[in-house]
C-alpha cells in the first residue's frame, strides 16, 4: 500500500512540475530564464552540415551555449516544447500567442513586426520573444514547429515572471500593436499605439532585472542606434537583411561562429539579438534593422549577464577578422504561404 501511495505521489507531483506555467530547460525543469539560438538548415562549406532542426541553449546555470542535436520539431530534450505544453493541456488563466506572420490567416500590415507568446495563471506565467514566423501553432493544432522555418536560424528568450507583470506586457503590446491570432482571457488592444516608445522593467520569479524597449509605428527611427543605443552604448547588432550601414551606436554582426565548425552568414539567420560592447548587457528582439520597419512596431528585450553577454559576443569575436565584407550565404528559399494581404492600418486587435 505504501509502495503504490509512493508511486501515485510520484505521478502527481512530476505531471504538476511539466505543466506548470514556467521556462523549461531541455530536461524539463523550471528555469527563470532561456535563450536558444536554433541553427540554419545550412552552414558555411567544410563546416558541421545541419538540417535546421539542432539548436544551442543557455540559461542562468551555464557558462556558455551547449549544443543540443536533437529536433526542434520534437518533444525530446525540447525547451519550447515543455514551456509550451501548458498551453495545449488548457492550463492558463490567459495567454496570448502573436506573429505578423501568424500560421493561420494574416496579420494586418500595420500590425507591429512582433513574435511571442505568453502565458499565466494566477500566481506566475512565462513569457516568449522570437523571431520565429509562423510560431507557435494555435491551441487547436498542439505542439508544432513547421519545417518552413527550417531553412533559417532563430532566436528565442523566454523569461518567467509572476502574474503581476500580466499588465507590464499588456502595456507594452499596446506599444507595438502585435497581431494576436491566438489567446484565451485577455482584453482588446487599440490599434493607436499609447505612446511613441518607452522602456519598461521587468524581474523574473528568481530577481533578474530585466528592460523592455518597445516602440511603436510612430518612432519611425532604428530601436538600435536611435532608441537603445543612447541609454546603453554602443551594440553589436544581428537582424535579418541589417539593410542600415554602421551607425553610432551600431557595429554590424555579418558573420556567426560558434567554433571553428559551426559558422554561417547573415544570409540564413534570421535572428535578431544585440549585445553591448562594453558590458554584460544582451537583448533579444522581435524587428529588423531595417528601414522600412522604422515604420513599425517591435522591441528588444535586454538584462545583464555576464555569461550570456561573453556567450553571445564570442560569436562575433570568433570570426572579427572576417566580419568585413562578408557576402551572404545562402539564398532565401521561395515563400510557402501567399503574402500577406495588406491592409491600409492594423485593425482593433481581439484578445479572446
Known sequence: MEVILASLFFLIF???????????????NDVEWFIMYKLPATTLLGAIKTNGTEFYYIDKSLNSFEYYEVDIAKKRLNPLYRTLKPIYNKAPVSYAMYNDQPPVGYAASGCGHSKGVFAFDKEQGFWI?????NFPAPLSNG???????????QTLICITLKSIYLDVIKLI???TIPYIYDGKNVEKINPIPSTIRNKFSLETVGGTAFEVFAKSFKFKKDIYNDFMGPSVGELLVKTWTHTLPKAKWVKKVNKICFDDHMKFNSGVDHSKWAVSVNTDLLCIGDINREEKQFKRGGLAICFNGENVAKAFRN???NCSKEQKGVKKYGKRSKKIRKPEKPQSKCKTVNWP
Open 315 to 317: 560569436l562575433y569575436d
Open 173 to 175: 503590446s499596446k506599444i
Open 129 to 133: 520573444v522570437s523571431s520565429v514566423p
Open 143 to 153: 505542439y508544432e514547429y513547421y519545417k518552413s522555418q527550417f531553412r533559417y536560424a
Open 14 to 28: 512530476f505531471n504538476d512540475v511539466d505543466c506548470s506555467l514556467s521556462c523549461k530547460n531541455p530536461q524539463g
